[in-house]
């Protein structure tokens, strides 16, 4: 089974803004490409475990669902808190 990885996935997630870049990587950019990463690795657990039929993969795949959404509003509220997002 390959993942195939979105283009520009990595540029958002982890690239660091440099001086010959002409584009700057901003917080919300971080947060949506860690986002998309997360519902990746969420989409290959329900393949996995329809595919070798092991129901327990679908409640990890549900607490990972429930655990990234709350990474997510953790991060955001950091954010928000440091004034790196008005």
């Not at 001086?19 to 329900?46: F, K």
């Not at 039929?53 to 959404?69: K, N, Q, T």
Request: no cysteine.
């Amino acid at each position: 089974m390959s993942i195939v990885q979105p283009q520009g996935m990595s540029k958002r997630t982890w690239s660091f803004p440099s001086r010959s870049s002409s584009w700057v990587t901003l917080p919300e950019d971080r947060m949506i490409g860690l986002n998309l990463a997360a519902s990746q690795v969420l989409a290959v657990l329900v393949v996995m475990a329809v595919r070798i039929e092991r129901p327990l993969y679908l409640d990890v795949a549900l607490v990972y669902a429930i655990l990234g959404f709350l990474g997510v509003l953790a991060v955001a509220r950091s954010f928000f808190k440091k004034g790196a997002i008005r």
